[in-house]
């Protein structure tokens, strides 16, 4: 038996890299993408309220919970359960978490082509002139298109894998590091155009007075499901980053930095989408097409819109490969691991057959748009499985797990960093992983598996 030499184990080099990672990860087509427009539906300030007590009330604890795990484990998501839970059939948790990367990734590749189209069509002044009808044919047929979509998207798993490849402190670490300042920067330079355009504070209103009105119980379920996909929680992405993290970082302030990063872009986001919307008299629930068809319309009648245009589209592409790193890095952690296969090998066969399906899910808009499976196609039952099915399960049994079953011991040494931090507030961690997260959990999977989807 081959047994994995922990020194010679690839690791993050620096707390920044760790951060840069965890928060690449965490960034990413959720925030910039889906938070404006879930908020813009579901009443713009309360969301926002309710999303940020739910991400320190549970998404903390859980990101927490996977910290622990990977830390404690050492080896990918499956790997990892069979070093803390010996015996016992906790692995099989980490083994649908590596399903659930499969499927996120083949979709959510789709999703960041589009956003090279995107970028190129800004820069070609392509949007120049378009009616809001012109706008929306040119974006369904271009995903409807028999090859261009599926180029960009094999672009985008290509990108992926070069850095995947390259390992975690010269891959994963030295492109986050370079890609996170960046991404902040341009977000800045959004803001502040979009923050100077007549007329738009009428959008930050919208975005920081809660207006409860619109709240129900839909909106709580939906802001807890958009925490999760947005904090990559659920589904070991975190306990495979975590498993490469030194032995003195801190994963309770590591967890709260993430966070706290993570909701930030998702904040800003708002402010850039916001006011320009308001400004310009669109209605702000206009749904998934507010990015791909709103946007060039705004682009178009702004200042320099073709520029700030093909920088939103760049922001939207970097935050995507921040994330689409680290789920394929699960699939190739798991690979390269458990086969006993190189990292070039587990790349190869992991961007193959991730592409293979992420074809399929792009050809959903197109050839493929007749062939559904109830119901759906392939694109929204890869997403409807992953996002409604997968992470909410996987949360509730990595929180049920960490809460019920796993050593007190195991847990508190590895947020103590073996008692050397702390651990006056682990009493309150014990408390929400055992009972709050798991009835919440249980509450958003119930909900979206009998009343509805959750988008
Ligand atoms: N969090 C990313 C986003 O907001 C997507 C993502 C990356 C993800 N890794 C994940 C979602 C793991 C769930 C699980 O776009």
């Not at 370079?178 to 504070?201: A, D, E, F, Y």
């Not at 206009?286 to 200042?303: A, D, N, S, W, Y």
């Amino acid at each position: 038996m081959s047994k994995i030499d922990l020194s010679t184990r690839d690791s993050f080099g620096s707390k920044f890299g760790i951060i840069a990672a965890a928060a690449g990860s965490a960034v990413g087509l959720g925030n910039i993408w889906k938070f404006p427009y879930v908020a813009g539906e579901n009443g713009g300030g309360a969301f926002l309220l309710i999303y940020l007590f739910f991400v320190l009330l549970i998404g903390v604890p859980v990101m927490m919970s996977e910290f622990a795990i990977g830390r404690k484990g050492q080896k990918n998501a499956y790997g990892s359960f069979k070093v803390v839970a010996p015996g016992k059939k906790w692995h099989l948790i980490g083994f649908m978490g590596v399903i659930a990367a499969f499927f996120i990734l083949a979709f959510y590749s789709a999703v960041a082509g589009w956003t090279l189209e995107y970028i190129n069509q800004s820069v070609m002044h392509r949007f120049a002139g378009q009616s809001t009808e012109q706008l929306e044919n040119t974006f369904g047929s271009f995903i409807a298109h028999p090859y261009r979509p599926i180029i960009w998207q094999l672009i985008f798993m290509l990108l992926t894998a070069g850095i995947v490849i390259a390992g975690v402190k010269k891959g994963i670490e030295k492109y986050t590091k370079l890609l996170m300042p960046m991404l902040l920067l341009l977000i800045i330079v959004l803001c502040i155009r979009s923050l100077t355009l007549p007329g738009g504070n009428e959008g930050l209103s919208f975005l920081f007075k809660p207006n409860f009105d619109k709240v129900t119980a839909k909106t709580v379920l939906f802001a807890l499901g958009q925490a999760f996909f947005s904090l990559s929680l659920g589904m070991g992405a975190l306990i495979t980053y975590s498993s490469y993290f030194g032995k003195k970082e801190n994963l309770a302030i590591t967890a709260v930095e993430v966070s706290m990063a993570d909701t930030l872009i998702a904040v800003l986001a708002g402010v850039v989408i916001f006011p320009a919307v308001f400004a310009f008299g669109i209605e702000p629930s206009m749904g998934p097409k507010l990015v791909f068809i709103t946007l060039p319309k705004i682009f178009q009648q702004i200042p320099g819109g073709d520029f700030f245009g093909a920088i939103f589209f760049i922001l939207l592409a970097v935050a995507a490969l921040t994330s689409t790193i680290s789920l394929m890095e699960v699939v190739v952690a798991f690979f390269s691991e458990e086969l006993k296969i190189t990292r070039k090998k587990a790349t190869f066969i992991a961007t193959l057959s991730i592409s293979l399906l992420g074809v399929l899910a792009s050809m959903s808009f197109g050839a493929l748009s007749g062939f559904s499976i109830l119901g759906k196609n392939i694109f929204d039952t890869l997403d409807y499985t992953a996002s409604n099915i997968l992470l909410p399960l996987g949360g509730f049994f990595i929180v049920i797990f960490v809460g019920w079953f796993a050593s007190d011991n195991l847990i508190k040494n590895e947020l103590t960093n073996e008692g050397t931090l702390k651990s006056k507030y682990f009493p309150y961690f014990i408390f929400i992983v055992r009972f709050i997260a798991p009835i919440a959990i249980l509450a958003i999977f119930i909900y979206s598996i009998f009343v509805g989807g959750l988008g």
